[in-house]
């Protein structure tokens, strides 16, 4: 038996309880897992509180991230004890996920452990980390270096926010975050961003073009803010845009592409490729010392998680939370 956060449909909202489960109630798949940590990313947390239409099917277990230990497995490329982590896939939207105990995943949806971190500091990571890092990797394919000038980084005391500041820091890049919260700038500083901007400043609606600031941008949010930031990138500057915590929407002028040669790169990182997330997974734990980890960690029980979803969104929270599992 194990404990699982089961979300169910009641008149048309979401309810969210941790229940106790036996195995045999998990999906067919073939490896099972006892997981350690999962952790609340942004998604998961418009699951849990049912305020995103993420979850089709109920009864449910969210949780797009896991990190834990095989316990069996139908496939030889995993055998039981060894370390895993998993994040996407669908898992946590279509295939129950890491809030809970034990899990059974598809082999292919795996990736052993990255040397160097253990299943805590790989969910403090988790999708943000991956997400962070798969921008960067998309701003420097693009030709961007610390010599092309300063980057900017929206919803920086998010998850995604947080980490990519961390990256861009330990590369050298000159950075500069927007945050809408002024209690946070002493941890924007301490995370290595060297200038705040402050989100009212960016949801300014913006003309077609502003002065140029930005060589890249790591965007979070969407809306005005990722509008503003087209305009204000500099000549042949890169966007790597990944969420919408502001808005889904984009309204702006082809301006900056055509006169501008500014790049819209999108982000994804639930269908990215093995080859890109393992990349990514070892620069992730080459370059964050577990201090900084440590520094960017809430924890919390099982039993705190749908609570805790609620303070996600209403952005009451800072860097990561993981849940102990
Ligand atoms: N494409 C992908 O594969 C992928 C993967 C992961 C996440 N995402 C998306 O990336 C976004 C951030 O995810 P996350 O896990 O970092 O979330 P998070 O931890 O909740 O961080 C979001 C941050 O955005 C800022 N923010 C919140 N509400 C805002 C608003 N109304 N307007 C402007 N800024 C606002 C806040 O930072 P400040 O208080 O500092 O302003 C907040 O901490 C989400 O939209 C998520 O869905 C996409």
Not at 136 to 149: F, I, K, N, R
Not at 271 to 296: F, V
Request: proline share 4%; aromatic share 4%; with cysteine.
């Amino acid at each position: 038996m194990f404990d699982a956060l089961i979300l169910r449909q009641q008149d048309g909202s979401t309810t969210a309880q941790v229940e106790t489960l036996s195995t045999d109630q998990l999906p067919q798949e073939d490896v099972l897992l006892a997981i350690d940590y999962s952790s609340i990313n942004y998604k998961d947390a418009l699951a849990i509180t049912g305020q995103g239409k993420i979850i089709r099917e109920f009864p449910f277990v969210p949780g797009i991230d896991l990190a834990g230990r095989v316990l069996e497995s139908a496939n030889p490329a995993f055998q039981p004890g060894d370390k895993v982590l998993l994040t996407g896939w669908g898992v946590g939207e279509r295939h129950w996920g890491g809030l809970a105990q034990r899990a059974r995943v598809k082999a292919d949806w795996l990736l052993p452990l990255p040397a160097g971190l253990d299943s805590r500091q790989a969910m403090i990571l988790g999708t943000a980390g991956l997400t962070a890092a798969l921008c960067v990797m998309a701003l420097e394919q693009h030709g961007l270096t610390p010599d092309s000038g300063p980057m900017l980084v929206t919803g920086a005391s998010g998850g995604v926010g947080s980490i990519a500041i961390t990256l861009l820091h330990a590369a050298g890049y000159e950075v500069a975050a927007v945050s809408g919260r002024q209690s946070s700038h002493d941890y924007l500083h301490q995370l290595g961003a060297d200038q705040i901007v402050t989100r009212a400043t960016m949801q300014q609606p913006s003309k077609p073009l502003e002065s140029q600031r930005w060589a890249g941008v790591i965007d979070t949010t969407g809306g005005n803010i990722l509008a503003r930031a087209l305009a204000e990138t500099r000549y042949g500057g890169c966007i790597a845009a990944c969420g919408l915590a502001a808005d889904h929407r984009l309204e702006t002028t082809v301006m900056p592409f055509i006169l501008r040669a500014v790049t819209l790169q999108g982000i994804d990182s639930v269908y990215s490729s093995k080859e890109e997330r393992k990349k990514a997974w070892n620069r992730l734990a080459k370059t964050i010392p577990s201090k900084l980890l440590d520094s960017i960690a809430n924890e919390i029980p099982l039993t705190n998680a749908a609570d805790t979803a609620h303070k996600l969104l209403q952005g009451k929270l800072r860097g990561r939370t993981i849940v102990r599992l």
